[in-house]
């Protein structure tokens, strides 16, 4: 991490206001607004942003790396839009089909953190796809605040379906060998819950702090569900007790894994709420249980 945020005692207060922010309830000027009831002793409400803000410097992959090989691809739309596009990533070595993974990504397209994780999920020795919901609007652009603004221009429902789609799309694909699973983070992990609802082929869901289906939607699950939780995390895991008990009643199997004490986005490492040991035990167990329902 940067001097900055090893010198630096974050708020919980902070990490409330940027979740809030980065979910739409407060707006960039009154985020900044805010966080000057915090600025003191010398410290700036831009140093301060400075310390909550994603860095997408600190990557655990790089692009171009020389085990894995890397491509933009276009798939049909069942929205009218024509086509979308993703990121597509899998092991440089061997020609031999291989299970696949959608990664689903924020609120805010496809960024430079989530195309991490999808290098990840290919050097783990899958075929790893992350869509970009901002495809029909010219895509990611660059920066998460533009991203999210953009986001927020599409409907629920037709991204839903675009990512539906791409599962499709990687199933069907030359590369796979048709066992696909999904997983996916804060807007990606309730994409990643509502996949595990619709599309009952899937072989495992992975949702990362997401929001929830309804109770009827948990009677139709028939996928694999290993769930992540942040223990700090009020906003999302105040839905997880209803929820949970709609599967127990369905007599769905389930994991689900809370981790106390951290907040919403700990496996993000581009920003502090990033907790290393917390994020390296989940996403262990995330290739396990991939391991386990994609052999």
């Known amino acids: 991490m940067a001097d ?29 607004s805010k966080l000057s009831t915090f600025a003191v002793g010398g410290l700036t409400v831009s140093a301060l942003a400075a310390c909550v803000m994603p860095d997408y410097g600190r990557a655990q992959t790089a692009e171009g790396e020389p085990d894995i090989l890397e491509e933009t691809v276009t798939y049909a739309s069942p929205n009218g839009a024509g086509e979308m596009s993703g990121y597509l990533v899998r092991p440089a070595r061997g020609k031999a089909k291989r299970a696949g993974i959608i990664v689903v990504h924020e609120n805010r397209g496809l960024n430079p953190h989530i195309r991490d994780v999808v290098r990840r999920a290919a050097k783990a020795g899958y075929v790893a796809f992350g869509p970009d919901a901002l495809y029909p609007l010219g ?41 696909i699973a999904c997983t996916g983070f804060c807007f990606g992990g309730a994409i990643a819950n509502l996949m595990a609802v619709h599309q009952p082929w899937l072989k495992a869901s992975v949702p990362y702090y997401g929001g929830w289906p309804t109770a009827e939607e948990a009677a139709k699950v028939e ?54 040991e917390g994020a390296a035990l989940a996403w262990s167990r995330t290739l396990d249980f991939f391991a386990k329902h994609l052999a």
């Open 223 to 276: 996928v694999p569900l290993q769930i992540h939780l942040a223990g700090n995390d009020t906003r999302v895991n105040d839905g997880w007790p209803p929820y949970k008990a709609a599967l127990d009643a369905a007599g769905k199997a389930y994991e689900v894994y809370m981790y106390e004490g951290l907040e919403h986005g700990f496996h993000n490492d581009t920003t502090p709420r990033y907790n290393a």
């Open 4 to 32: 900055t945020e090893q010198k630096i005692e974050i708020p919980q207060e902070v990490f409330k206001l940027y979740d809030d922010y980065c979910h739409g309830a407060l707006s960039r000027r009154d985020f900044f």
């Open 139 to 179: 895509g990611y652009p660059g920066n998460d605040d533009s991203g999210r603004e953009l986001q927020a221009q599409r409907t629920r429902e037709s991204m839903f379906a675009d990512f539906m789609a791409a599962a499709e799309f990687l199933r069907d694909h030359p590369y796979t060998n048709g066992k």
